[in-house]
């Protein structure tokens, strides 16, 4: 049996602590990776201070103890946007990343966005095999690359698969998580075996 495909949730305002958490999570090297240079801790937390939920759109994946294990930032420009992707090490070579640039890629669509770019270091394995699976154009030089994909419009369909997923994802992650509450509640009321 094979795993369901994952339905990334959108996160808002109130997930800052989480995306926080998931970025914290990334070993030294990822973070190089991820963020193209070795930041520390402090620098991380400056930077998801300054993320805006109202003009950009954050994708997430959620492990079972309900972390982000996989992040897409979708930061929105002047008719085109760039993505910034992350998927912690225990949790890759699972479609996560696909997942995320597929949902990336249906919101921007379904907005009017024409272009779709990731900058990223040359040496990031992950990112160039996600981009060239996804028929991005390649561009490399000076250590760094750019891959761009150009979108094509929405259309109902398109519309309507954006808000059944939406839906799905809510509902799921909801469920998921009252799940979690439930357990947990239990767990705390439930008199412990006497040894």
Known sequence: MTDPEPLPITLGESDRA??????LALDSEDRRLRFG???????IRSLDERIDFDRDAIFAIAGEDLRLVAVVHVAHYEGRAELGLSVLSGH??????NALFARAVMHLRNRGIREVFVHCLAENGAMMRLARRNRMRLARGGGEADA????APATPDSLLAEWFRDLAAR????????TRRAIDTLKAITPHPVR
Not at 92 to 97: A, K, P, V, Y
């Open 148 to 151: 761009t994909l150009v979108l």
């Open 92 to 97: 890759r070579g699972r479609g996560l990343g």
């Open 171 to 178: 509902f799921t992650h909801g469920s998921r998580r009252d």
């Open 37 to 43: 240079a070795s930041i520390s801790e402090t620098a």
């Open 18 to 23: 989480a995306l926080t958490e998931h970025f």
